[in-house]
């Protein structure tokens, strides 16, 4: 049986052309980039090629506002702490509802441990952010608005630049979630208010553990980690360089390919949705019709259950993942949902597709072919029947 991942927001797989590019940094090119003789110096010359990569892809405005760090969470957390400490008189923050839990669990912590207070901006049906409510928020108290490019659910994509411009009114720093948006959406930086934003290798095709975060030129900054002086002081410790190589390779390919990749994913995508609405009654789409991922399909099948609809398609050899997951024996939505207000009976049947520039057509052949079967077995099954185990996006993808 072939097999078809379509859990591109969850990882994606590493291109070859990226592994090729890593490996002479796993033998010959094992120098460490701080040091001064030619084993270094080679590989410092590498590590910068990968900061010029990753600049084209984001559109920065300087190489050095990029700093390489373990991922998406190590960037986000560095963002909000930085945040805090270089405006230590602001004790707000302002997010949303449904940010990542790398940001939400964050701002918790904070809530309980230091008292800062936390905005959690709503987001009406479609996963749109309230921007009275946004406004209302934003005042001289808050060091940092913290809100993501793209949702990782449900793929919806929030105004970030017009948010950015917004947040600067008041004086606060603006960061972005960028994990799902950066390689599959355009991004130029050097025009925007955006102050800081992360991203993550393994959502565009490089390796797990490297990302990185965007400082802009001039925003005042403290480090995580201390400790050497690697990437100019703000992130300490002998950089991964085998990673770092990687994610810029990744970067330049997304950089090439972005344009026509995403008209090919998004006529996939398209096309799923449609057959899937036409084969299946009682089924919509989650997220913004308009302002979308082009990879992101987030469809409820009312009256069923995700974490079993995800066994059976596994069985056929086609892995996705759902927005529901059964937590002491009762079914439960996942936050983005819940801040949806999607109804219970089918935010609990949520499946999400994601795509990337790997699948085909026969991808989406396959699962037209499946699926109406598949939500009739659930349809006609008793609920609940989901496992603790069951894959959830909330649980943090
Ligand atoms: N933010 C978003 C929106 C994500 O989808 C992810 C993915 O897991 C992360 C943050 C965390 O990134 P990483 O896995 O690199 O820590």
């Known amino acids: 049986m072939r097999s078809i991942y379509l859990d591109n927001n969850a990882t994606t797989r590493v291109d070859p052309e990226v592994v090729e590019a890593m490996l002479p940094f796993f033998t010959d090119q094992f120098g460490n980039p701080s040091s001064t003789h030619a084993f270094?110096?080679?590989?410092?010359?590498?590590?910068?090629?990968?900061?010029?990569?990753?600049?084209?892809?984001?559109?920065?405005?300087?190489?050095?506002?990029?700093?390489?760090?373990?991922?998406?969470?190590?960037?986000?957390?560095?963002?909000?702490?930085?945040?805090?400490e270089v405006m230590p008189e602001r004790r707000e923050i302002v997010t949303s509802?449904?940010?990542?839990?790398?940001?939400?669990?964050?701002?918790?912590h904070l809530e309980m441990s230091r008292g800062v207070k936390v905005h959690r901006i709503p987001v009406d049906q479609?996963?749109?952010?309230?921007?009275?409510?946004?406004?209302?928020?934003?005042?001289?108290?808050?060091?940092?608005?913290?809100?993501?490019?793209?949702?990782?659910?449900?793929g919806t994509i929030f105004p970030v630049v017009q948010l950015a411009a917004q947040a600067k009114l008041v004086g606060a720093l603006f960061h972005t979630d960028a994990v799902q948006a950066v390689g599959k959406i355009p991004i130029d930086l050097k025009s925007t208010a955006i102050d800081m934003l992360s991203l993550s290798s393994h959502k565009l095709h490089g390796p797990k553990g490297i990302g990185a975060l965007y400082v802009k030129r001039g925003v005042r900054f403290r480090s995580l980690i201390k400790g050497g002086h690697q990437e100019r002081g703000r992130r300490a410790g002998t950089e991964n360089t085998p990673g770092i190589v990687g994610l810029g390779k990744a970067a330049e390919l997304a950089t090439k390919f972005m344009d026509d990749e995403n008209t090919r994913v998004k006529a996939l995508r398209d096309r799923l949705e449609k057959g899937v609405l036409q084969r299946v009654p009682d089924t919509f789409v989650t997220g913004d019709p308009l302002e979308r991922?082009?990879?992101?399909?987030?469809?409820?099948?009312?009256?069923?259950?995700?974490?079993?609809?995800?066994?059976?398609?596994?069985?056929?050899?086609?892995?996705?993942?759902?927005?529901?997951?059964?937590?002491?024996?009762?079914?439960?939505?996942?936050?983005?949902?819940?801040?949806?207000?999607i109804p219970q009976t089918a935010a609990q049947g949520t499946v999400r597709f994601s795509f990337s520039r790997d699948n085909g057509e026969e991808d989406v052949d396959r699962v037209l072919e499946v699926m109406p079967g598949i939500v009739e077995e659930m349809r006609d099954t008793p609920r609940p029947k989901a496992r603790a185990e069951d894959h959830n996006p909330d649980k943090g993808e």
């Open 40 to 84: 270094g110096s080679s590989v410092g010359v590498a590590v910068r090629k990968a900061r010029q990569q990753l600049q084209a892809l984001i559109g920065a405005e300087f190489d050095y506002e990029i700093a390489f760090t373990s991922g998406g969470t190590e960037s986000d957390t560095t963002a909000i702490l930085s945040a805090l």
């Open 97 to 108: 509802a449904v940010e990542h839990p790398a940001v939400l669990t964050l701002c918790a």
């Open 126 to 154: 479609h996963g749109r952010l309230d921007l009275d409510a946004y406004k209302a928020a934003l005042t001289a108290h808050v060091a940092i608005v913290s809100l993501m490019w793209a949702n990782n659910e449900t």
């Open 293 to 341: 991922l082009p990879n992101t399909a987030n469809i409820a099948f009312e009256h069923a259950e995700g974490g079993g609809m995800l066994r059976l398609l596994n069985h056929h050899g086609i892995a996705c993942s759902s927005g529901s997951a059964c937590s002491s024996g009762s079914l439960e939505s996942s936050h983005v949902l819940r801040a949806m207000s």
